[in-house]
């Protein structure tokens, strides 16, 4: 019944900037946690931030403090990754899921969605 749908990937320059946003539908309690990992070509999974959105405490990868935020639309049950300065390092397809791996580790079940790209060029 749980849903999360990623959107807003694409192709920017080095430096450029993009806002990933995920789409959650099916969550029965106000008190949960989503995360964005990534997944880069011939690497495995990174946890990059994740947000509690009963109280909006927030969770950062040191590999992106300082260039990315991640924010939440209460009402829209949304959550959004702002991610600046992008660099090479960035390059990944990234998903919104139902868990923090930066805090609780990589659970044996979980819900992801199909994710989105991003590709940083010149």
């Known amino acids: 019944q749980l849903q999360l749908v990623e959107s807003g990937g694409g192709l920017v320059q080095p430096g450029g900037s993009l806002r990933l946003s995920c789409a959650t539908s099916g969550f029965t309690s106000d008190y949960y946690v989503i995360g964005w990992f990534r997944q880069a070509p011939g690497k495995e999974r990174e946890g990059v931030s994740c947000?509690?959105?009963?109280?909006?405490?927030?969770t950062y990868a040191e590999s992106v403090k300082g260039r990315f935020t991640i924010s939440r639309d209460s009402a829209k049950k949304t959550v959004f990754l702002r991610m600046n300065d992008l660099k090479s390092e960035d390059i990944a397809v990234y998903y919104c899921?139902?868990?923090?791996?930066?805090?609780?580790?990589?659970?044996?079940?979980?819900?992801w969605g199909r994710g989105t790209r991003v590709t940083v060029s010149s």
């Open positions: 947000i509690n959105m009963s109280d909006g405490r927030t």
């Open positions: 899921a139902d868990f923090c791996p930066l805090t609780t580790g990589w659970p044996g079940w979980g819900y």
